[in-house]
T-cell receptor, first 114, second 111 residues
Framework: GAGVSQSPSNKVTEKGKDVELRCDPI?????LYWYRQSLGQGLEFLIY????????KSGLPSDRFSAERTGGSVSTLTIQRTQQEDSAVYLC????????????FGSGTRLTVV | SQKIEQNSEALNIQEGKTATLTCNYT??????LQWYRQDPGRGPVFLLL?????KEKRKERLKVTFDTTLKQSLFHITASQPADSATYLC??????????FGTGTSLTVIP
């Protein structure tokens, strides 16, 4: 597509439930990133995928968080047993290459855990 | 790790003036630095990249400078317009595959 697409745009869930957030990157972009942004905070890196390489999971805050990228395209971020502190905007970005190249971000999924 | 500091206060300027936003970093000097714009409810939009060997980069009304001695980048918007009102983020690469982002500076251009 023309841009990075994320769904849903908004998600309200009860504490303890599992949620799945989806990211559809720009076609042909081999690099895909997940960040989250809490109110008044900077973007926090979560996970990075590059082609068929093993993902860089160093930013995942706990083992309740996981992500996969199927066929080098669509990615799903899963949060199990959600907690209130997971409430944030989850942003996905893709890039044609790593390094000195700008990211294209989606509009994000606003997750609210009640 | 890298710590990034951007203007902590929101910046309000009059239309037509030049807005100057600051990004300071504390640790190693990166090979390049990026600036993004973020509007409410939207993801950041990439604006400019400047490399360590470039003192200045321009794109239309935007100008970015990079001073590795001061560990600072300045982002200028000349002839500012109300449509320039947004939050501006600077981002630096770490030694891995990701970027550190500042918390951003909120700019309001007053008509």
């Amino acid at each position: 597509g023309a841009g990075v697409s994320q769904s849903p745009s908004n998600k309200v869930t009860e504490k303890g439930k599992d949620v799945e957030l989806r990211c559809d990157p720009i076609s042909g972009h081999t690099a895909l990133y997940w960040y989250r942004q809490s109110l008044g905070q900077g973007l926090e890196f979560l996970i990075y995928f590059q082609g068929n390489s093993a993902p860089d999971k160093s930013g995942l805050p706990s083992d309740r968080f996981s992500a996969e990228r199927t066929g080098g395209s669509v990615s799903t971020l899963t949060i199990q047993r959600t907690q209130q502190e997971d409430s944030a905007v989850y942003l996905c970005a893709s890039s044609a290459r790593t390094g000195d190249y700008g990211y294209t971000f989606g509009s994000g999924t606003r997750l609210t855990v009640v | 790790s890298q710590k990034i500091e951007q203007n902590s206060e929101a910046l309000n300027i009059q239309e037509g003036k030049t807005a100057t936003l600051t990004c300071n970093y504390t640790n190693y000097s990166p090979a390049y630095l990026q600036w993004y714009r973020q509007d409410p409810g939207r993801g950041p939009v990439f604006l400019l990249l400047i490399r360590e060997n470039e003192k200045e980069k321009r794109k239309e009304r935007l100008k970015v400078t990079f001073d590795t001695t001061l560990k600072q980048s300045l982002f200028h918007i000349t002839a500012s317009q109300p449509a320039d009102s947004a939050t501006y983020l600077c981002a630096l690469p770490n030694t891995g595959n990701q970027f550190y982002f500042g918390t951003g500076t909120s700019l309001t251009v007053i008509p």
